[in-house]
């Protein structure tokens, strides 16, 4: 009974959480930004704050699965203190925008569709010269959309892990560990109706941008990014920040994350 609770049990109650997330509140609209609304792909109503550019370029930030708008904003700000305008928004579910929870981020490929349209239809916005930042699921989001994305000039993918079964399947094969996640994400798929988003490592293999995999620690999340690095792609680059922790690493890492993000960016949009 032990191990089922542990094989199943468990993970079904996580996948039942993760479609049935609670909202945090939205804080004040912070100073030198605007609140801002727009449609997703498919129609939902989408909440943020924008800031417009000042070196000409303009970064899109999507944030981790359990979060909204919020929890990019220190990377917003490095961003701003190089130039660069910044939109951060809620994705479907988060914060104050329409739509169900998903923490794993399907169909958020919508959203990101929905962003990128409203970025450019700012008089400031060079459509050439917008680039995108994802934490965690967020990461997940931009590795996959970036294919069909050539409008997404480069990507920095911060925490990118395990957006499906397939993801975690791929990396543990048939051990133990892959049980767990096997009702976990069916748990969702049923909940939520959605299909699972495509797996990361073929898109990964068919990124045609400039993409940065930044990864922390030594386990799990570092080996889903080697396993990336594998592919081969020569327009992705793997940086791991063995002592630093989920998505902390721009606050963690004494100045490094932000010298090697923000020399990325302005190499690419700049």
């Known amino acids: 009974m032990i191990a089922f609770s542990y094989l199943a049990l468990g993970p079904i109650a996580l996948g039942i959480v993760e479609v049935h997330k609670w909202r945090e509140p939205i ?21 943020g704050w924008y800031r417009p550019t000042t070196n000409g370029a303009t970064v899109l930030l999507v944030h981790g699965g359990n979060g909204d708008r919020q929890g990019p904003m220190r990377h917003a700000r490095m961003l701003v203190r190089h130039g660069y305008g910044v939109l951060v ?22 959203d990101v569709e929905g962003a ?86 073929d898109r990964v293999r068919e990124i045609r941008q400039p993409t940065l995999l930044v990864s922390t620690g030594t386990r799990e999340e570092s080996e889903f990014n080697e396993m990336y690095e594998r592919v081969g792609n020569p327009h992705v680059a793997h940086w791991n920040l063995p002592d630093a922790h989920h998505t902390a690493a721009i606050r963690e890492s004494g100045g490094a994350y932000e010298a090697r993000v923000a020399a990325f960016f302005d190499r690419e949009l700049r």
């Not at 605007?34 to 989408?46: K, M, N, P, T, Y």
């Not at 970036?146 to 911060?158: E, N, Y």
């Open 27 to 47: 804080g004040p609209t912070p100073a030198g930004y605007r609140d801002v609304a727009f449609r997703s792909g498919d129609g939902l109503r989408l909440t």
């Open 116 to 201: 990128l349209a409203f970025l450019k239809k700012q008089p400031e916005v060079d459509p050439d010269r917008i680039g995108g930042l994802g934490l965690s699921t967020g990461a997940d989001v931009l590795v996959e959309t970036g294919p069909d994305r050539p409008d997404l000039r480069a990507i920095v993918a911060d925490g990118a892990g395990a957006e499906t079964w397939e993801d975690w399947h791929r990396l543990r094969g048939r051990d133990a560990g892959a049980i767990p996640g096997f009702f976990m994400f069916g748990t969702i798929r049923i909940l939520s109706g959605d299909p699972p988003s495509p797996t990361l490592e």
């Open 89 to 110: 928004y809620d994705s479907r579910g988060r914060g104050d925008s329409e739509g169900s929870p998903n923490s794993f981020g399907w169909d958020w490929r919508e």
